[in-house]
């Protein structure tokens, strides 16, 4: 059996995440409690409000210190990945799953990476619009032909047959409106603050870019694959240089779970709140199992299928 740890992005936050982990575990409860941020971390996972919840530079922080108590619980129960990775911002959980980060430092980073991302985003007419039933070529073609009208890309390749444009409002519009006229089944506007994964965000990137030189990067313990790569970094790659990328560059998930699966994974262990990596998996390798791990009850569930096995 191999196993592969994913952490879920922003956008899966909600209100009372985490509050069975919280009630269940004082280890878990010691993490949200003592996150070294300037806000009362606990009560906004737990009790909101919902606003204040979904701004990206609350939203960051409060998703990683929720992995990094369910990574921690998950490894006192004996389950451990072969691999890991991230949705965006949970690629940086995924790094304290590998060893790379510390808790502190990660929860920090997540915080400092949320501001700069807000920042950026600030009085940008953007929008993000996902597109479903479309190849990639063809809308690659459809950012282009829009391009003259502002900023668009694709910014996430989630699974075969979902594309994410993101860019400046008009421009992201425009490739939508094409990409309809050449089949794709819909487009979905997205409710975000900012136009992520595009080169809108270079100026986060830069910023993190500046900080990271006073951060300790520890040698991977577990393969990390990475988003702007969509596989295992290679000995040349530079874990900040790959962060600075990914903030400003496509995610490729797609290319992610099918090298999971080339690579012999069997089962996922979606780390949340949420199970939409779980969807996405369905849809690009459905062979492979996948558990969702939200509550503690989940936790049990996971641990135990995995000792099951583990043990055979």
């Known amino acids: 059996m191999k196993t592969a740890f994913l952490y879920a992005g922003q956008g899966s936050q909600h209100v009372g995440m985490g509050q069975a982990f919280y009630d269940a575990s004082p280890h878990f409860r010691e993490v949200l409690d003592t996150a070294p941020v300037d806000f009362d971390l606990a009560a906004l996972c737990l009790q909101g409000p919902e606003e204040q ?32 990775a991230g949705l965006s911002l949970g690629e ?3 790094l304290y799953c590998a060893g790379v980060l510390d808790r502190d430092t990660v929860i920090r980073l997540a915080a400092y990476r949320g501001q700069v991302m807000q920042e950026a985003s600030a009085g940008l ?43 400046t409002r008009e421009a992201v519009e425009a490739a939508a409106h094409f ?31 500046k900080v990271f ?27 900040p240089d790959l962060l600075v990328r990914q903030v400003q560059s496509s995610v490729y ?22 199970k939409v990596l779980s969807g996405f998996l369905r849809k ?5 199992r996948s558990f969702v791990v939200e509550t503690p009850e989940d936790l049990q569930a996971a641990a135990a299928a995995w000792k099951g096995e583990a043990n055979v």
Request: charged share 15%; with cysteine.
């Open 253 to 274: 998930l797609v290319n992610i779970l099918q090298r999971l699966q080339a690579l012999g994974v069997d089962t996922v262990v979606e780390i949340g709140p949420g």
């Open 179 to 209: 990409a309809k006229e050449r089949g794709a089944r819909r487009c979905v506007s997205l409710k975000v603050s900012g136009p992520f994964h595009t080169a809108l965000m270079a100026p986060a990137g830069e910023a993190l870019a």
């Open 53 to 84: 919840l979904n701004e990206t530079r609350f939203t960051q922080p409060c998703m990683v210190a929720f992995a990094c108590g369910v990574t921690d619980l998950l490894r006192e129960a004996g389950v451990t990945p072969d691999y890991t």
């Open 125 to 167: 007419d953007c929008a993000m619009i996902a597109v479903i039933g479309l190849d990639r070529d063809t809308l690659l073609q459809c950012c282009e032909e829009a391009s003259p009208l502002g900023t668009v890309s694709i910014a996430n390749y989630n699974y075969p047959g979902q594309l994410v444009l993101g860019g």
């Open 284 to 288: 690009t390798a459905p062979e492979i």
């Open 92 to 94: 940086y959980s995924a």
């Open 213 to 239: 030189p006073n951060v300790s990067f520890q040698p991977m313990q577990i393969p990390v694959l990475f988003n702007c790569l969509g596989d295992l970094k290679k000995p040349e790659d530079s874990i």
